[in-house]
């Protein structure tokens, strides 16, 4: 190799730095910086009567953080709203994906009012629940009165809550997962369902063997991303219920915003917020471990 190709490649590699060091300054400041800034809060106590006041307490916001009992109660609450959200997605998800796969008459009609929920804002979304499922405005007590009934119907209480929350995310979820899962679905030949059909399998013997294979790896993607982003759900939680009655809707999101912005426990609310990426990062790598690998394996 020359010495004038030498200087071409490392000209070439200079251009692309240069490319990319827009991109890297970019991160640098929306990622790097507002990271660094919550571990600085994390590690001080910080006070706003009197004067601003940042005092170092080291890890001492963490081990209250572990100590605490709402943190604890959260937490659960977090876990519960999040396996039934991905579970509700998942499953919806699928079952569309199967119905879109037939032959149907206006199915780009069809797609697109599926795709719809998809469309609108979490903030809408919550809006649309608050309506449907609230005691006094809700659609559901206006039915109940037009029908003749005298009591209001809600179902954002403390025993359902939750369930609702989870099924507000779910649709608007589901129809994502659902295209992601038809895109899979339109590449299985037809060729092995005719040769499921000589061997007389069952329908779901044809699903178990011949449709869900190939979905699988997407299955699994889908199901880390609405497992992060049912984690760090915040603006359809507040819209709909406020994180009550009380706190039986108080995620781990809606604690970080109440210590954080309405008690103004900034320190407190920060080491609040890393506990939450570590279980984030965490539950992501359990995943990855027990069913990414083996997926990742199999492509």
């Not at 827009?22 to 800034?37: D, K, M, Q, R």
């Not at 001492?60 to 999040?82: A, G, H, P, Q, Y």
């Not at 009165?145 to 179902?155: I, P, R, S």
């Not at 699988?216 to 991303?225: D, G, H, N, P, Y």
Request: proline letters at 3%; a positive charge; glycine letters at 8%.
């Amino acid at each position: 190799m020359s010495a004038a190709q030498r200087t071409a490649e490392l000209s070439n590699l200079r251009f692309s730095l240069l490319l990319a060091l827009p991109v890297l300054v970019f991160l640098l400041l929306v990622v790097a910086y507002p990271l660094g800034y919550a571990l600085w809060m994390s590690l001080h106590e910080i006070s706003f009567f009197g004067g601003y006041k940042a005092t170092f307490v080291g890890a001492e916001n963490f081990s209250d953080v572990i100590d605490d009992r709402k943190f604890k109660k959260s937490l659960w609450i977090t876990v519960r709203f999040t396996l039934e959200s991905v579970a509700l997605a998942m499953v919806i998800g699928l079952l569309i994906a199967l119905v879109l796969n037939r032959k149907m008459r206006f199915a780009g009609l069809v797609r697109t009012i599926v795709i719809l929920p998809w469309c609108i804002s979490l903030y809408g979304t919550g809006v649309i629940f608050s309506n449907l499922a609230k005691g006094q405005t809700g659609i559901g007590t206006a039915i109940a009165y037009a029908l003749g009934f005298d009591e209001a119907v809600n179902v954002v209480n403390r025993q359902w809550v939750i369930e609702v929350l989870a099924v507000g995310n779910a649709w608007n979820m589901a129809p994502l997962v659902a295209f992601f899962l038809l895109a899979n679905l339109k590449t299985i030949p037809s060729r092995l369902y005719d040769l499921a059909a000589i061997d007389r399998m069952s329908r779901l013997e044809t699903f178990l063997n011949v449709t869900l294979p190939p979905l699988r790896f997407t299955l699994f993607v889908f199901t880390c991303i609405t497992t992060v982003l049912s984690m760090k759900l915040f603006d359809f939680i507040f819209v709909l219920s406020g994180g009550g009655p009380g706190t039986a809707s108080s995620t781990l999101t809606y604690r970080i915003y109440k210590e954080s912005f309405k008690d103004l426990d900034l320190g407190y609310g920060a080491a609040m917020s890393f506990m939450l990426l570590a279980l984030i990062l965490g539950t992501t790598l359990l995943l990855y471990a027990f069913w990414g690998r083996r997926e990742a394996r199999s492509i």
